[in-house]
């Protein structure tokens, strides 16, 4: 029996990484189902709770609805999908949660989330990456025109942390962190951001269970790899090595946990992998 993976996407924004995770299949079987995505933004998360909808309508009968073809091409307004199909509506609100992550709200949100994924799913796999405006470097600098701002009170800083609560507690075979490229030189405290990340990230495991292996993703010709890195650039993986036609580069850290990752080949990437990446940057270019 193939095995399935529970998804927990955090700072979803409209679903881009989940969608790519949600939409991978190899040979009839899609093994990775998104138990909970979580995003704050309200027309982020309108955008999110609707591709939860299209998904679990198409899984129950295998199109999509009319209503929303019709409404994709501008030939009507947005319908009311709970009335399109009621249930699906009502799982698709279940899955894309409205909540501000590093709350005491959202924390018991998702730490019940997390019980219900383990008992329903094989594994886990964690997704997503915290809020880019703080690292980017367009919002560093829209930031320092800001008379009074102080970066050591940006919240969004810490954010990453709430990822790394929820990895801790989650556990899952695999995680996977995006962000842009200036989280490799935001600052704060004195300290580089991602090197707090990177010593929170070995920290896990430590003296009482399994740590992750972290890995970057490679591209040589039309195939990716997971590698080793050696230094923090390793991490950058660029758009234009996917299709796309712009210079977006981002961050992407794969993690996989220390028992799995003793029995795989550290090359190897399923196949599609490479096509979901870059649907994942076409989808990301198309929000903006």
């Not at 008379?147 to 790394?164: K, M, Q, S």
């Not at 890195?229 to 977006?248: L, S």
């Amino acid at each position: 029996m193939p095995s399935t993976f529970g998804i927990v996407d955090l700072f979803a924004g409209p679903g881009g990484l989940g969608e790519g995770f949600a939409s991978f299949a190899h040979n009839g079987d899609a093994p990775f189902r998104i138990g909970i995505s979580v995003e704050k933004e309200a027309s982020a998360h309108r955008t999110l709770t609707l591709r939860a909808f299209l998904r679990e309508y198409r899984a129950r009968r295998g199109i999509l609805p009319e209503e929303y073809v019709r409404f994709h091409a501008g030939e009507i307004a947005e319908p009311n999908w709970s009335e399109i199909d009621r249930e699906a509506w009502k799982l698709a609100c279940e899955e894309a949660r409205a909540l501000e992550l590093g709350t005491k709200a959202a924390a018991t949100e998702i730490d019940a989330a997390v019980y219900r994924l383990r008992e329903a799913h094989d594994d886990t796999v964690l997704i997503g990456g915290p809020p880019c405006q703080a690292y980017s470097l367009v919002g560093r600098a829209r930031a320092r025109g800001n008379v009074g701002y102080v970066p050591e009170e940006d919240e969004r800083h810490y954010l990453f942390r709430e990822y790394i609560r929820v990895l801790d507690r989650l556990r899952p075979a695999a995680f996977v962190m995006e962000n842009v490229k200036g989280i490799l030189s935001s600052t704060i405290e004195s300290r580089l951001v991602f090197e707090m990340l990177m010593e929170d990230l070995s920290s896990l495991g430590t003296g009482r269970g399994h740590h992750y292996e972290l890995r970057a993703i490679r591209v040589e010709g039309d195939r990716a790899s997971l590698r080793p890195i050696t230094r923090p650039a390793d991490f950058i993986v660029k758009a234009e090595h996917f299709g796309v036609p712009q210079r977006r580069h981002r961050v992407i850290i794969v993690g996989i946990r220390s028992d799995i990752a003793s029995r795989t080949d550290e090359t190897s990437i399923p196949v599609g992998f490479h096509a979901e990446l870059s649907r994942f940057f076409h989808r990301e270019v198309s929000h903006l």
